[in-house]
């Protein structure tokens, strides 16, 4: 008999999920939020800092964010053909 294993992989290593922070830009889907997300990085020849600005169509079951609040957001399994991301809270309120 040979002894074999289902999982070499904890619970913990599964759990462990892209997080990042952005900024709501649109609202106007039910249940669904496009969140802009900002990185700044170097040219490598001339040293200059550039922004990146990538935006993800992001899962927000309850409708909690409004355009302009800033959220954290973590990777999850496909929920649509471009949703990705689902909202994990919001951390300032837009005025």
């Known amino acids: 008999m040979s002894d074999t294993t289902a999982s070499t992989t904890t619970p913990a290593a599964r759990s462990e999920h892209k997080r990042v922070v952005g900024v709501v830009v649109s609202d106007k889907m039910q ?8 990185t700044l990085h170097q040219h490598e020849k001339y040293g200059k800092f550039l922004k990146r ?17 800033k959220v954290l957001i973590v990777e999850t399994r496909p ?17």
């Open 53 to 69: 600005t990538q935006k993800f169509h992001t899962h927000d079951e309850n409708n909690d964010s409004k355009t302009g609040d």
């Open 31 to 38: 249940k669904t939020r496009v969140v802009a997300v900002t």
């Open 79 to 95: 929920l649509s053909k471009t949703k990705r991301w689902r909202l994990m809270q919001v951390l300032e309120r837009a005025v």
